[in-house]
């Protein structure tokens, strides 16, 4: 790492452009060049910031614009104009859309990492790193003959040995209180999915729970309608799970759950599930389980559960919802602003390495062998599902406040995802406020900006596949509207991907729990199931090991981050916009501390919206 200096003691007229090339007739092989600025004092006195943050290559030309951002109505020097057109043209031949899935957002047409411009990839640490983690994984593995092995589990305690080293406090937790009712119902609100459960204040008319099966339940003297009324029962409904493609395994497609599950916030506050019943349409091969049944009914109910609401998180809310979707955004950013752009500016940062994991992603997780290809669904069910969820998604369940509400989870107390959510939402709706206001003061520049217009019809396009049900705008028309929108990207990419992702091995890694591989079918009977069926309906030896070592590699804390509210980078040139971003630090700061507080009271602590937990972008 250097800085250089140049002096001149001539006058450099306005200053419009700056011009870095790597000299294409130096001999000696070929050494990339990294350039992250450079900083131009006048002899006047003025102080011209040029961002450049990329690697140059051998007889490579960059043409760099610097000092304020500027809108495309603002530009009127024909240089500048010119520069702008030409550098978008550029984008545009090297950001390209493609389209494998009518259904299914686009992607970048990249087909290997190695074709990224280089400041999109890895770091060659997070490369290194990532590597050496599932080295290690796979190392242990074999050496312990885990890996690869096809015979079943004979008990829950063999399993508790996968790993020498690779524990947590909550997987331990969860080692321990996985039959736990409360703890199963806590998971639903503070774990790996809380985007499913809502209020229920009518039973949906296939589901045939009776005010008698679930009466021992609640408290002494209330009823099921009671407590409805009272908004203390709640449901998760499977639906999206009905009739979806499986795998074929031996011969035999496996099965998978389109559950209802019925919850009871209790007077101690704990969540309770109080009925299941494992399929959508009822029948007397169908029964609703019950807390009262046997142990072994009891957890197979709620493993079924559990697995279908795994494979939702994982295609639907996961990969989906945060990947693919901020693919979209990164790849609209690229191809619709220049570098100039202040909305560039301000969201470039929240695009790093997201088209570098992805790539990885559908050749590894969706690869032959990858963790969601072997799951019950396979590879076409885990399509047809991430193509259900995406017909589904709307606008509004992509904005917390909105999402919170429509589901009635308002006061449901122990929400610690709804509350530390809310607040960050919050801070990162005042933080885009305040910058889109500074360059945006008035609705007439948002309609004049053709930029943003072209920016937010290509994510409606691309993303969402033009659906106007979605309620995803496909043009701008006032301020307000740019606000929320960059507000949800911002926080969709940072903090919803944090709550989806860094809990995995925390709570996905026990499979007595839940796994997104089950090889016996949902009981249809009651009493013809012990511990050895569940056992049999878990995944064997290999595959255990082999969606335990993913979840570890996914939810590691590498080295190389950059969390939410830090801009390495330096892009703006105007003291206004740096110093929204120091109050916007000091607010994700205030928070982190009020986070930890809290949770030093709890005994299973939320930690995984904590500032410092949470990574600007999607980068693993």
């Known amino acids: 790492t250097g800085a250089y200096t140049i002096k001149t003691s001539m006058s450099l007229g306005k200053l419009l452009l700056v011009k870095a090339e790597k000299d294409p007739f130096f001999l000696i092989s070929e050494d990339e060049w990294y350039c992250s600025r450079i900083v131009v004092t006048t002899p006047e006195g003025d102080v011209v910031l040029f961002p450049c943050y990329r690697w140059i290559s051998r007889g490579e030309l960059v043409e760099l614009r610097g000092g304020r951002a500027m809108k495309v109505f603002e530009d009127d020097h024909p240089l500048l104009i010119d520069h702008r057109r030409n550098e978008l043209l550029d984008k545009k031949k090297l950001y390209q859309w493609e389209i494998t899935d009518e259904k299914l957002p686009h992607h970048s047409h990249f087909k290997n990492v190695s074709e990224f411009p280089a400041e999109l990839r890895f770091s060659a640490a997070k490369s290194d790193e990532m590597f050496h983690t599932k080295r290690m994984t796979g190392a242990e593995l074999m050496f312990k003959g885990l890996a690869g092995s096809t015979e079943q589990w004979k008990n829950t305690d063999d399993m508790k040995k996968i790993f020498w080293f690779k524990k947590t406090t909550i997987s331990e937790y969860v080692m321990q209180h996985w039959k736990d009712d409360d703890f199963f119902g806590f998971q639903f609100l503070n774990a790996i999915n809380p985007n499913v459960i809502k209020r229920c204040s009518e039973l949906p008319p296939n589901f045939s729970v009776t005010e008698e099966m679930v009466k021992p339940f609640l408290r002494d003297g209330t009823s099921l309608k009671q407590e409805m009324g009272k908004g203390n029962i709640f449901i998760c409904d499977q639906k999206i799970m009905d009739g979806i493609p499986t795998r074929m395994y031996d011969g035999h497609p496996l099965q998978v759950a389109a559950g209802l599950c019925l919850f009871y916030m209790n007077p101690e506050n704990k969540l309770m599930p109080i009925a299941i019943q494992l399929h959508q349409q009822p029948s007397e091969q169908?029964?609703?389980?019950?807390?009262?049944?046997?142990?072994?009914?009891?957890?197979?109910?709620?493993?079924?559960?559990?697995?279908?609401?795994?494979?939702?998180?994982?295609?639907?809310?996961?990969?989906?919802?945060?990947?693919?979707?901020?693919?979209?955004?990164?790849?609209?950013?690229?191809?619709?602003?220049?570098?100039?752009?202040?909305?560039?500016?301000?969201?470039?940062?929240?695009?790093?390495?997201?088209?570098?994991?992805?790539?990885?992603?559908?050749?590894?997780?969706?690869?032959?062998?990858?963790?969601?290809?072997?799951?019950?669904?396979?590879?076409?069910?885990?399509?047809?599902?991430?193509?259900?969820?995406?017909?589904?998604?709307?606008?509004?369940?992509?904005?917390?406040?909105?999402?919170?509400?429509?589901?009635?989870?308002?006061?449901?107390?122990?929400?610690?995802?709804?509350?530390?959510?809310?607040?960050?939402?919050?801070?990162?709706?005042?933080?885009?406020?305040?910058?889109?206001?500074?360059?945006?003061?008035?609705?007439?520049?948002?309609?004049k900006d053709t930029e943003l217009q072209e920016w937010i019809n290509e994510i409606f396009t691309h993303g969402v596949l033009g659906n106007k049900l979605s309620g995803f705008p496909a043009s701008f028309n006032t301020v307000e509207e740019v606000i929320k929108f960059i507000t949800m990207v911002i926080f969709t990419v940072s903090v919803q991907h944090a709550a989806l992702n860094n809990e995995q091995f925390d709570y996905s890694s026990w499979m007595p729990y839940g796994s997104g591989l089950l090889h016996k079918p949902a009981p249809t009977t009651k009493g013809q199931s012990s511990m050895t069926t569940l056992l049999e309906t878990l995944p064997n030896i290999g595959e255990t090991?082999?969606?335990?070592?993913?979840?570890?590699?996914?939810?590691?804390?590498?080295?190389?981050?950059?969390?939410?509210?830090?801009?390495?980078?330096?892009?703006?040139?105007?003291?206004?916009?740096?110093?929204?971003?120091?109050?916007?630090?000091?607010?994700?700061?205030y928070l982190s501390e009020e986070i930890t507080a809290r949770n030093s009271r709890l005994e299973v602590p939320y930690t995984y919206l904590n500032p410092t937990e949470i990574e600007n972008s999607v980068t693993i």
Not at 296 to 309: E, Q, T, V
Not at 366 to 378: H, W
Not at 402 to 419: K, T
Request: charged share 20%.
């Open 286 to 447: 169908n029964p609703i389980f019950l807390p009262s049944d046997s142990e072994a009914d009891w957890l197979l109910a709620k493993l079924f559960i559990r697995s279908s609401d795994l494979l939702e998180h994982q295609a639907v809310y996961h990969l989906m919802s945060t990947h693919f979707l901020a693919e979209v955004f990164a790849i609209a950013t690229f191809r619709c602003f220049p570098e100039i752009h202040p909305l560039y500016k301000l969201l470039i940062p929240h695009f790093r390495y997201t088209l570098n994991v992805n790539s990885g992603a559908r050749n590894s997780l969706l690869g032959p062998d990858g963790p969601l290809t072997i799951s019950s669904l396979g590879y076409e069910g885990i399509k047809e599902l991430m193509r259900r969820g995406l017909s589904r998604m709307t606008y509004s369940s992509l904005c917390l406040p909105e999402n919170i509400a429509a589901r009635g989870l308002q006061s449901i107390p122990n929400f610690y995802y709804r509350d530390d959510g809310l607040k960050l939402w919050n801070i990162i709706n005042s933080f885009v406020k305040y910058i889109v206001e500074h360059y945006y003061p008035s609705d007439s520049d948002v309609c």
């Open 545 to 589: 090991v082999k969606f335990a070592g993913m979840l570890w590699v996914l939810s590691h804390k590498y080295t190389d981050v950059v969390l939410l509210g830090q801009y390495p980078e330096e892009r703006f040139d105007e003291p206004t916009p740096k110093q929204m971003i120091k109050e916007f630090q000091a607010e994700l700061s």
